[in-house]
């Protein structure tokens, strides 16, 4: 049995039968890793015998738990890797950043809290662009990740290490988090299936902030319904997040062969200009196997969109600006060994310490929220933010899913994106809903012509998460783009 080839949700029934052990699962992944990592670059943090004593010690919780008759948790014992900006007690978490590079956290994030309880295995940390801001992972201040379809091209961002640890089958199962498409701009690149939920109903407690009213931690996994289970596990009301969901939303596992036929609607705005022609062929022949499956599409606009990326820039780097001010060498993380006065350290422990992305974001934002400048940038983002809301709220009350590209087009090859503009363009489809806190899911739907893995993203109104996840569940179901493997790496 090749257990890298199962599905996290797959791996988990076989434990549950004991046809497998989690340390046999961990072994497998842990063989992956040293046959593929250094080609790859996925992980910014692994130990294997760390690994394996994790492994034995929730391989005899489960054989106590079925002994004693009781139900395990729905991954137990499946491997899972976790993007290095969630907090995880006594393991690094440096956001990729030299200003972080030896920050040990005291205590674990909550979902870290919530795959431990659920008995999943942790492998270790991944990489990402730095504090979370890029589309590329070229921003990490230690390694590029590279696409596993073709290590040339970038594996998207910022989630890039989450996104190709499981395209290379490193990880069946990641954590990564979402602030402008960052688990499914890769997701996409990548070819695996990315879910960003809808805004609290996953804690962001001990995720590192990069824009707390934008960031989002999701599952990144090579289907639906694993990203269904995975979510399930960390989904929870948490005193610690005042932003948390306290519960009430329909569990998303439990419904995932709820396929409802849902009206699809497809935007104008995200078909147009910008918009590759493989990227447009992808979704019309998606929205073909939609309406083989009885779903009915209808053909909308939204002309606010075009609003959507200039406001999140200004809206996520202001944020963006104000979380990062902690960062100044006094109370934690790197500081600059040549400073002659406080003034001298702050300006050359961040100089130092930050990534020329980062340290364009911070002037940006700090910039937008200056007197004299508050109302003509950033309290405009804010009137658009609602106007986009606004622009979703209609559209919804006509269908009940949006389908578009998750992006313009397929991977990037790295270097290939130098201008700020031309890279911020690269996530137009996927801004505007963590504008409006909506949960979107980017699942496989094709690939180009170089064999690059093309995706496509469904957006739902608020707590429309089990609707989704059924709903591309069902799609590849009767397709077979997500059981697509690069061979390059395999």
Not at 202 to 211: I, P, Q
Not at 260 to 273: N, V
Not at 348 to 362: A, C, N, P
Request: aromatic share 8%.
């Amino acid at each position: 049995m090749d257990i890298i080839k199962l599905s996290a949700i797959e791996i988990a029934e076989k434990i549950k039968l004991g046809d497998i052990t989690a340390v046999a699962a961990a072994k497998a992944y842990i063989a992956q890793i040293k046959k593929v990592e250094k080609t790859v670059n996925a992980y910014l943090y692994f130990n294997e015998e760390e690994v394996l004593q994790c492994a034995k010690q929730i391989q005899q919780t489960i054989d106590t738990l079925k002994k004693e008759g009781k139900q395990l948790p729905l991954l137990a014992g499946v491997p899972i890797a976790i993007k290095d900006n969630i907090c995880t007690r006594g393991t690094k978490t440096t956001c990729a950043s030299k200003i972080l590079e030896n920050f040990i956290p005291p205590y674990d994030a909550t979902v870290v809290k919530q795959i431990k309880e659920n008995l999943l295995v942790p492998l270790g940390k991944l990489n990402m662009d730095e504090f979370a801001m890029g589309s590329s992972t070229e921003h990490s201040a230690f390694k590029k990740t590279k696409n596993p379809w073709n290590i040339d091209y970038v594996p998207g961002g910022s989630s890039g290490g989450s996104a190709a640890s499981v395209a290379a089958s490193l990880a069946p199962i990641s954590l990564g988090s979402d602030t402008g498409g960052s688990i499914r701009q890769p997701a996409a690149f990548c070819g695996v299936t990315g879910f960003k939920p809808t805004y609290g109903r996953v804690s962001r407690y001990g995720l590192v902030a990069f824009a707390s009213s934008l960031d989002q931690i999701g599952p990144l996994s090579k289907d639906a319904e694993s990203c269904a289970a995975l979510l399930d596990t960390i989904s929870c009301a948490d005193n610690h997040d005042s932003t948390s969901l306290q519960g009430g939303y329909i569990t998303t596992h439990d419904t995932i062969n709820n396929f409802k036929k849902p009206t699809i609607a497809i935007l104008k705005e995200y078909m147009g200009e910008g918009i590759s022609d493989d990227m447009k062929e992808a979704v019309k022949d998606a929205v073909k196997q939609f309406e083989k499956m009885g779903c009915e599409v209808i053909h909308v606009s939204m002309p606010s969109l075009a609003y959507a990326l200039p406001a999140y820039y200004i809206l996520s780097s202001a944020e963006a600006s104000s979380n990062l001010s902690r960062f100044d060498g006094i109370r934690y993380g790197y500081r600059t060994q040549n400073a002659d006065n406080l003034e001298d350290l702050y300006t050359k422990t961040r100089s130092e310490g930050f990534g020329d992305e980062v340290k364009k974001r911070i002037m940006l934002g700090t910039y937008a929220l200056r007197s004299g400048y508050y109302d003509e940038y950033y309290t405009k983002a804010m009137k658009t933010r609602s106007l986009v809301k606004n622009g979703f709220d209609d559209i919804f009350k006509k269908a009940d899913m949006i389908l578009s590209p998750t992006t313009p087009s397929a991977a990037f090859k790295f270097g290939e994106k130098a201008d700020a503009i031309s890279m911020y363009k690269a996530d137009i489809c996927t801004v505007s809903v963590n504008i409006a806190g909506l949960p979107a899911v980017s699942f496989p739907g094709g690939f180009n012509d170089d064999r690059l893995p093309l995706g496509l993203q469904l957006i739902g109104p608020n707590d429309s998460d089990y609707m989704l996840l059924s709903t591309v569940h069902a799609f590849q179901q009767k397709t077979d783009y997500h059981k697509q493997t690069p061979g390059s790496i395999s």
